[in-house]
């Protein structure tokens, strides 16, 4: 049996990789520092065998994967692509990504896409910025947007409107352990975010639909809910798809997924981000659910070095649904998480719904402010991307945490 290993993984999906791994003939080993962060997804994963590690150590997980004799890996983060990337220059590996420093360098990236046409506006780094006093990117027409340059999960992203603001906002990283070299100051793009789903080969890039976002309340930046696919085979799609390709070929991305983040303003569309992975949450299997391609199975073959156009067709087959949507569900008070209510009664909803929690009741939440504050998802499906919105929102508000809702029949 040929074995791969998957260098940590998102929080959803473990089921679709076991179903993909098991016709395809291939034992999947998910390596982890944080195994309890799995318990949920290895329940209905039962194929996938889980190994406890230092996952930011390359020695510790080189000596696993050549203990064993593995010499295939799926790097589907953010947070744990260099320590792949160094794993296959050292052990050989195929289709892993190469340029990841540079690729999450939000900076870099959105400067190389600026002297290519493909973004409106440029970035500058936070040291850039404190030179110049934050007198930057014509801040007194638009506002600006401060973040950590290598930042995920809506963390350590901050609003400006003066250059003294923009100063003071570094200054606010800085404190917080971003030092300014790691800032990057950008435009900040207004408008409706999406994310362009992709799939690149060695040939082209497969336009796997949009989602969308919609984001919390100002200053937070936290997702709070996302549908898929929007306006599937309309021109402004297409649009995407002319636009995204040129976004992934500028900036090097090899074979894999691609989650790009973009703003649709008034003047066309303008990069928030490029992640080489899958969508995060439940993105992967919104993709599976509403267009029928397994990218779970395109994954595993793109570690074993196959060529993904080659089986781009066999992996895909009729879509289940027309749109898949999920709400996230953030918890109202710091403090350990305690148990949640509400599940019993999603069955008696239209749209399937789902729930899909991420934190046991003994979590601790010590910040509201980000996505880290998630303690689940609810996933709902629909003829088409605005209904299973509509099914995933009328389900999720019965989700709660025990702690905040007191009913007369709990004494």
Not at 11 to 28: E, K, M, P, S, T
Not at 195 to 204: C, G, I, K, L, P
Not at 378 to 400: F, Q, Y
Request: aromatic letters at 6%; charged letters at 20%; one cysteine or more.
């Amino acid at each position: 049996m040929t074995h791969v290993a998957m260098l940590e993984a998102l929080n959803h999906g473990l089921r679709f990789f076991d179903a993909a791994a098991a016709r395809l003939g291939v034992q999947l080993h998910l390596l982890t520092f944080d195994q309890p962060y799995y318990a949920q997804e290895l329940r209905a994963a039962p194929g996938i065998l889980c190994h406890s590690m230092d996952t930011s150590s390359v020695d510790d997980v080189a000596g696993f994967l050549v203990e064993h004799g593995i010499t295939a890996l799926i790097s589907n983060t953010d947070r744990w692509a260099p320590t792949a990337e160094a794993l296959a220059e050292r052990l050989g590996l195929p289709a892993v990504q190469r340029n990841t420093g540079e690729l999450l360098d939000k900076t870099s990236t959105r400067q190389r896409l600026h002297e290519a046409g493909l973004a409106q506006s440029r970035a500058v780094a936070g040291t850039e910025a404190l030179t110049l006093g934050g007198e930057i990117l014509d801040i007194a027409d638009r506002p600006v947007i401060v973040k950590d340059s290598r930042g995920s999960g809506s963390k350590d992203v901050l609003f400006a409107t003066t250059p003294q603001g923009v100063v003071r906002r570094i200054k606010e990283l800085e404190s917080r352990g971003v030092p300014p070299s790691r800032c990057t100051v950008e435009t900040y793009a207004t408008g409706p975010m999406f994310s362009a789903e992709t799939w690149t080969t060695d040939e082209r890039t497969h336009l796997l639909g949009v989602s969308s976002r919609t984001i919390s309340p100002m200053p937070n930046w936290k997702e709070m809910d996302s549908t898929y696919p929007i306006r599937p085979g309309s021109g402004w799609e297409r649009d995407v798809h002319v636009w995204v390709s040129g976004v992934l070929e500028a900036v090097g991305r090899g074979p894999g997924p691609s989650h790009v983040e973009f703003i649709d303003t008034a003047y066309g569309f303008e990069l928030v981000e490029v992640n080489p992975r899958l969508g995060g949450g439940l993105g992967g299997a919104g993709i599976v659910e509403a267009t029928g391609v397994d990218v779970y199975a395109l994954l595993i073959h793109n570690a074993l070095g196959n060529s993904t156009e080659k089986v781009f067709t066999q992996e895909s087959r009729a879509p289940a649904v027309g749109g898949y949507a999920q709400v996230d569900k953030y918890a109202s008070r710091t403090g350990p998480l305690g148990s949640i209510l509400g599940e019993d009664i999603l069955a008696g909803f239209p749209g399937r719904p789902q729930w899909h929690p991420v934190r046991l009741p003994d979590y601790v939440v010590s910040d509201l402010t980000h996505q880290g504050a998630a303690f689940g998802t609810v996933s709902a499906v629909g003829d088409n991307a605005e209904t299973a919105l509509l099914h995933a929102h009328a389900a999720a508000r019965h989700i709660v945490p025990a702690n905040d809702w007191m009913t007369d029949d709990r004494g």
